[in-house]
């Protein structure tokens, strides 16, 4: 049972334009939901994060819209740069045994073209 | 970046042979997490630690143990390596910063079991 999804394997936009990654959920338990970067051969670079009691936070061209009850966020970058092209992951957060604990989705492959 | 190193970088190793992976970090964190990366799996909780000797299982515990004799140290032990433990393995500290929390990532290290 997958608790976090990212439907969309894949994503290609033009540099400049916005680009849009998209993260469906089913625990409603969930403290706090992650967006991170992926370079091949690297650790995930964590982006941006928002808390469950909160719908939108922003951090320079990075923005994450949460929806709680559609149980779905997605993450906006504006405008996106060629650098920006890697796999995007989402993962949501829940307190268990006095620790947080990740579950991630299987990532988005973004391709931004100059 | 969090301070967060991980030794090998790269191993392989035959089956049947115990392999112990370490992750280090500097900046006295109390929550550290051991995950694995596999294709079309994206990265899955193995142990965590929420203090000195204090451990718990994830979700892919089996043929995993862990220690933490010091704070700055999380050791990840494969008893008998397999073939299906092949993989990338990811050290994260976390931490809750204001209303937000985040997880780090080491930079990985890549684990080849013949």
């Known amino acids: 049972d997958q608790q976090v999804k990212q439907n969309s394997p894949s994503l290609s936009v033009q540099e400049g334009r916005i680009s849009i990654l998209n993260c469906d959920y089913t625990?409603?338990?969930?403290?706090?939901f992650l967006w991170y970067k992926k370079y091949p051969a690297e650790g995930p670079t964590f982006l941006i994060s928002?808390?469950?009691?909160?719908d939108k936070n922003e951090d320079g061209r990075f923005t994450v819209f949460l929806n709680k009850s559609a149980k779905h966020l997605s993450l906006h970058i504006v405008p996106s740069q060629p650098g920006d092209s890697a796999v995007y992951f989402c993962?949501?957060?829940?307190?268990?045994?006095?620790?947080?604990?990740?579950?991630f989705g299987k990532g988005t492959k973004l391709t931004v073209n100059p | 970046d969090a301070g967060i190193t991980q030794s090998p970088r790269h191993k392989v190793t035959e089956t049947g042979t115990p392999v112990t992976l370490r992750c280090h970090q500097t900046?006295?964190?109390?929550?550290m997490y051991w995950y694995r990366q596999d294709p079309g799996h994206g990265l899955r909780l193995i142990h965590y630690?929420?203090?000195?000797?204090?451990?718990d299982k994830g979700e892919v515990s089996d043929g995993y143990s862990v220690s933490r004799s010091k704070t700055e140290d999380f050791l990840l032990t494969l008893e008998s390596a397999t073939s299906s433990q092949t993989s990338v393995y990811f050290c994260?500290?976390?931490?809750?910063?204001?209303?937000?929390?985040?997880?780090?990532f080491g930079p990985g290290t890549r684990l080849t079991v013949t």
């Open positions: 993962a949501a957060s829940v307190t268990q045994g006095g620790s947080e604990k990740l579950v």
């Open positions: 625990n409603s338990m969930f403290d706090y």
């Open positions: 928002i808390s469950s009691i909160k």
């Open positions: 900046e006295n964190h109390r929550y």
């Open positions: 630690s929420y203090g000195v000797k204090d451990t």
């Open positions: 994260a500290i976390g931490r809750v910063r204001g209303s937000s929390y985040e997880q780090y």
